[in-house]
């Protein structure tokens, strides 16, 4: 089945305790994304990838790093995370420039 | 930098009462994108528009693409229960990119 599997889906964690949110997908597409959605503000863009070892900043990057080693995985990292990164991430993944995005399940990340 | 309005935030209907949310883009886009998200859930794409002027209909949805490709609409044609979610408008600007830019959202729900 084409999908996008994010782990974990449920995080609670103290502030400065590095955390990675894994991401995978099976659909060999070249495009990888990370969102996080607040009430009221939509889906936001923290980081892409348009290919292995090609990554660059969304709209919303400040403390989230990330990687793209291999086609399939996209993880995104928070060195020292903060209370207002709260917020609920997903993973998205496409073809590059055509048809719409596939998203994983999300993360709900706490952070206290 | 590129903005997506949606409109209205929030929208109780009824039960068979019709239901439209409407998208408008800051910047003339190459296509837009509709997704769905239900209560709890992940949003799952539902179509998109690349064409001026360009109607598309999946059974009782019509999703419509401006002509100045600037704005679109979603159209729900007698409301089911089943159609209770968030329904997000997704532009791709004109630049080449693969970035989708996400509006706020409609929340819809239905009442019996």
């Known amino acids: 089945e084409a999908q996008v599997t994010q782990n974990p889906r449920y995080l609670i964690t103290v502030t400065g305790k590095k955390l990675t949110v894994t991401c995978s997908q099976n659909?060999?597409?070249?495009?990888m994304s990370w969102y996080r959605q607040d009430p009221g503000l939509g889906l936001r863009q923290i980081y892409y990838s348009m290919n292995v070892e090609v990554t660059d900043k969304g709209d919303v990057p400040e403390g989230y790093k990330v990687s793209r080693k291999e086609k399939r995985n996209f993880p995104l990292i928070l060195e020292s995370p903060s209370p207002n990164q709260t917020s609920l991430y997903f993973c998205?993944?496409?073809?590059?420039?055509?048809?719409?995005?596939?998203f994983g399940s999300g993360t709900r990340l706490t952070v206290v | 930098g590129q903005q997506v309005m949606q409109i209205p935030q929030y929208q109780h209907v009824q039960e068979g009462e019709d239901f439209t949310t409407y998208c408008n883009s800051s910047t003339t886009l190459s296509n837009i994108q509709w997704y769905k998200q239900r209560p709890g859930g992940h949003p799952v794409f539902l179509i998109q528009?690349?064409?001026?002027?360009e109607v598309k209909k999946q059974k009782r949805l019509t999703f419509q693409f401006g002509e100045a490709k600037k704005n679109s609409s979603l159209h729900i044609t007698a409301t089911q229960t089943t159609d209770v979610g968030t329904y997000f408008c997704?532009?791709?600007?004109?630049?080449?990119?693969?970035?989708?830019?996400f509006g706020t959202g409609t929340q819809l729900k239905v009442e019996l």
């Open positions: 998205a993944s496409s073809l590059l420039g055509v048809g719409g995005y596939t």
């Open positions: 528009l690349v064409k001026s002027g």
């Open positions: 659909m060999n597409h070249e495009y």
């Open positions: 997704a532009g791709r600007d004109t630049g080449g990119g693969n970035k989708l830019t």
